[in-house]
């Protein structure tokens, strides 16, 4: 399962490492979006830098097959 702040951010830094900005200007509201975002974490050639992304929390994750814990990560304290 992918952490929605990993699916961002490879949507942003592919999004920003091919298209020129005249590109994002003839598309729709999403592409100026993330172009938005990119300039706010530094712009397209700082975001281009990075190597590792680090997330840390803790996800929760419902199923439906019963058990006590409903947790995606062992450690994850219960939701209230």
Not at 16 to 33: E, F, H, K, V
Not at 55 to 70: E, K, L, R, W
């Amino acid at each position: 399962m992918r952490s929605p702040i990993r699916t961002l951010a490879l949507l942003i830094l592919s999004a920003a490492s091919g298209w020129p900005a005249s590109t994002l200007a003839q598309q729709g509201p999403a592409a100026r979006l993330v172009e938005q975002v990119a300039e706010a974490m530094g712009g397209r050639e700082r975001l281009r830098t990075v190597d590792t992304l680090v997330y840390t929390g803790f996800g929760q994750d419902a199923y439906m097959d019963g058990g006590g814990n409903v947790t995606a990560e062992r450690d994850a304290p219960p939701s209230m």
